[in-house]
């Protein structure tokens, strides 16, 4: 009966010492000062990529603002119109 609870002892032990080995930080692949500038001038390209296309789209919306006003305003007389039409089809009958 002693040898069966050594033995589960040191069993549970070396389960515990192998998930601790596990669990120990492994050396992850470092990478080079160069590869990471390479990495930020990337990034740096991409910001001022996107930076233009926002400018671009901002552009787009200044440009046809003065339209949508029109239509805005075309949409009021036209709304103006149906309510006077159905005020007369509504005094008909």
């Known amino acids: 009966m002693r040898y069966r ?3 589960f002892v040191i069993g549970i032990m070396m ?3 192998t998930m601790m080995i596990a ?3 492994t050396k992850a692949g470092a990478t080079s000062s160069s590869e990471i500038l390479k990495q ?3 990034l740096k390209k991409e910001k001022e ?9 901002q552009g787009q919306y200044e440009e ?3 339209e949508i006003a ?3 305003a075309q949409k009021s007389v036209i709304d103006q119109e149906i309510q006077l039409l ?3 089809i509504t005094n008909i009958h």
């Open 23 to 25: 669990l120990l930080p």
């Open 49 to 57: 990529e996107l930076q233009e296309k926002i400018k671009d789209v």
């Open 40 to 42: 930020i001038n990337q």
């Open 5 to 7: 609870k050594r033995f």
């Open 64 to 66: 046809n603002e003065d």
């Open 15 to 17: 389960m515990l010492v």
């Open 86 to 88: 159905s005020e007369q």
């Open 70 to 72: 029109d239509i805005i």
